[in-house]
């Protein structure tokens, strides 16, 4: 959750986040995963299929970008610490639990900036921040209350 928290803060003052935080996260979150898997053919698996869910999202970003809103991709329609964060939180949960919290972070990240739009700084999304309060709000959850576990599925 310090790596969650130190992204967002990042992210929230300045749309700037030290690269390394996204490899630490991803590794940290890979091995808790790594850790409650019940097979490695599974876990390697889940993770494929979660990469190529990213590449595909990112792709479809890359090509709306390119064809339909005519601007540049990286740091204009897309950070390239947002992809990173996804790629992290890719490697830290089966496929079906990812895909859920992936769309529900979104959809936070969404509801977040359009409260938020008035205060904020700068124009542009702090998607990763808002993300990173989305999945500290959900990891300190699941770790205080007796709730299901994130890796079941």
């Known amino acids: 959750m310090f790596l969650l928290g130190a992204i967002c803060l990042q992210d929230f003052r300045e749309r700037k986040v030290y690269w390394f935080l996204f490899p630490f996260l991803g590794m940290v979150l890979c091995t808790i995963y790594y850790g409650v898997a019940v097979d490695s053919i599974v876990f390697l698996l889940n993770i494929a299929l979660n990469m190529i869910f990213?590449?595909?999202v990112v792709l479809l970003i890359f090509l709306y970008a390119k064809i339909i809103a005519k601007q540049k991709f990286v740091n204009h329609s897309l950070g390239l610490g947002d992809m990173l964060f996804f790629v992290a939180i890719a490697l830290g949960f089966p496929t079906v639990t990812f895909l859920i919290l992936?769309?529900?972070?979104?959809?936070?990240?969404?509801?977040?900036?359009?409260?938020?739009?008035?205060?904020?700084?700068?124009p542009t999304v702090p998607l990763a921040g808002f993300m990173s309060v989305f999945f500290i709000v959900l990891l300190g959850y699941s770790l205080f209350f007796k709730t299901p576990s994130l890796y079941v599925y």
Request: charged share 10%; aromatic share 12%.
């Open 102 to 122: 992936f769309v529900n972070a979104l959809l936070f990240s969404l509801l977040g900036f359009l409260v938020l739009k008035g205060r904020l700084h700068q």
């Open 54 to 56: 990213m590449v595909v």
